[in-house]
């Protein structure tokens, strides 16, 4: 190896290029961070899964298609030429953009998350990329995207979106056995056409997402492809043939339309800014930021003849310990063909407002509780200062312990400042002696001012 000379110059100014370039990189990765602040803050979220697949209403020809609303396409092993004439039948007169996001403020909702396209392919917004889409394949002809995000501005709820990777109804993919036109198609897992048909997919993927981004503005993109638990594998996906490339290519292409704008993990890959657990909540919580999504019923999509109704108390319940892990909850609403959310969800949700009017603070904004065991006989949330306890099963007769070595400066029930709530330290911790009676049906807040960081007592 050899070694020349430089001039002076040079060495006075390849240090510099080297720091200004450490710091363009830096500022590119913060560039590229996607906003997760108000996400955090928002702790509960709407989703609603509305297609061509609710007109179906689990039906086929008279007869009841077993299995999630939205996946009748496959569940009835449905042609594209069968299928596909749903759209015709898809005539929402009912549908108020207005009505659903009040609807979600009231339940207590931060942000919406709408199915722009599900697996069945049809599109539920204005799209260039095919005509396969409400606007022109409907009777309706109406961009319901459009109105929802316009709803959400004005009633201040975020406006997301959801986007299947997977799509039956593509020229690009066919189904996991038999033909897309006829015979009886099972399209689950869907596979890619030979001869180039994934990258040819991918493409047709960021030209509706770049349509998606400039159109509607989201503050997050829901990607559904990864079913597994562990969200770093390709086993469990719902499309055959996704590579690790593939994500990666979409993943980088919302970073460079719209760096902001948040990313769920279903990419797969290990590609996405937060994990989606579903219709479970994780006990403690997971590491980092997550989210539980839950249908209020059995069915994503509407189905006529699910009246499996979750309860409220077992919905609020599940919000709260979302919280207390540290994470999110966005619960499902199926609105009908004609476009209305079904009485039984307005009243859940509606009951869960009420609940958080009340006690919100314990939600809104928090982290995840201190203790690292669960509490006997509730949840706990944190934010500087205080400590939120959700009490869901009430000490009748007895004093509750709080496993903590910081003194408590002051105690009371959130919204019932009447209710006397005295404080006593042991060498077990802080023991609250509360009133005989629960103020709350579901779950009752206790509200502990401390000084200084949580000291929990292992």
Known sequence: MRFYKLPTMVWVLVPLLLVAGASAAGSARKAHTADMHWWKQARFGMFIHWGIYSQAAGYWHGKPIKGDGAWIMDKARLTRKKYGPLAGQFDPVDFNADRWVELARQAGMKYIVITAKHHDGFCMFRTRATHYNVVQDTPWHQDPLAQLARA???????????????????????PAVGEPDHGYPRWQPMRFTAHGG?????????????????????????????VTRSWTTPRGQHVAGWTRHDASQVFHFVRRIDPTVIINNRLGYGFGDYKTPEEYVPPGGLPGAWETCMTINWTWGYKRDDHHWKSVPLLIKNLIRCASGGGNFVLNVGPTGKGVIPQPEVRRLLAIGKWLKTNGQAIYGTHRTPFAKSLPFGYATQKPGKIFLAVTRWPHRRPLLVPMANKIKRVYVMGFPQMQVKARSSPHGQLLYLPATMPERVAAVIVLKISGPPQPIR
């Open 198 to 226: 994934a990258e040819k997919y991918v493409q047709y993927m960021e030209r509706q997402v770049g349509e998606i981004i400039r159109q509607y503005h989201p503050g997050l993109l829901w990607f559904d492809n990864s």
């Open 152 to 174: 959400c501005k004005k009633y201040g709820v975020r406006f997301c979106v959801y986007y299947s990777v997977q799509d039956w109804h593509s020229r690009y993919t066919l």
